[in-house]
């Protein structure tokens, strides 16, 4: 099994604790890729409103639009309300990223964000992580944070971050919970400035690596 190479580091935290912002810092030192779920979901969305232009437009026939795409509409319907895309989907993106990228190091950003996306990842990959890094932020940091982006991000509006934090608490800290009963999880005080809480993760990682 291919698999059993793989390495595979969960980034956890709430929306606006840094997950993103580290992650890039520890591509550059550490060698993993790194695979945002929201970011796969929002460019499977762009490709989605891409055929769609072109179909208008007469450019592409109905034939050359693929289903899968067409079903992800929904689902970027259900993510503006802060709600969790169904595994399958999702896991489907990671799987298709991690076998383009040619690595066997992955930062997986941003999952699994519900028990049901824990389970399925385990069981349809057959990998588990070699630790979780929990990015540890108060909702008010987290808050400020999100409204100062500034990215454009559709849902990165206050209605959105309210019910993302809500999400956030009731499915997604049992994950963080199930795998601290395991041992696996590295907590980083996360509401530190940015290369504070980069020193911290860079710890974690010089200790585990091989
Ligand atoms: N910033 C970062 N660190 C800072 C620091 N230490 N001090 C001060 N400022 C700091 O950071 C956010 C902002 O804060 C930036 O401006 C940054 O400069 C600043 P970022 O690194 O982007 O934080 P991150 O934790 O990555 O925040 P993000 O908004 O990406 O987290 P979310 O978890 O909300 O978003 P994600 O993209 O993962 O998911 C979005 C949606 O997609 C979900 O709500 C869900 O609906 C859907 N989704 C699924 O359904 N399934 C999935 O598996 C994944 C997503
Ligand atoms: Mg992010």
Known sequence: ????????????????????????????????????????????????????????????????????????????MVRLQG???????????????MEESGNDKFLIDGFPRNEENRAAFES???????????FDCSEEEMEKRLLNRNQGRDSDNIETIRKRFNVYMESSLPVIEYYNSKGKVRKIDAAKPIEEVFEAVKEVFTSTSD
């Open 1 to 76: 099994d291919t698999n059993k190479k793989v390495k595979v580091v969960f980034v956890l935290g709430g929306p606006g604790s840094g997950k993103g912002t580290q992650c890039a810092n520890i591509v550059q030192h550490f060698g993993y890729t790194h695979l945002s779920a929201g970011d796969l979901l929002r460019a499977e969305r762009d490709s989605v409103l891409i055929y769609a232009s072109l179909l208008v437009s007469d450019e592409v026939s109905l034939e050359d639009l693929n289903v899968n795409s067409v079903v992800t509409i929904i689902f970027q």
């Open 83 to 97: 709600k969790i895309v169904p595994s399958e989907v999702t896991i489907k993106l990671l799987q298709r990223a």
């Open 124 to 134: 349809v990959t057959g990998i588990e992580p070699e630790f979780v890094l929990f």
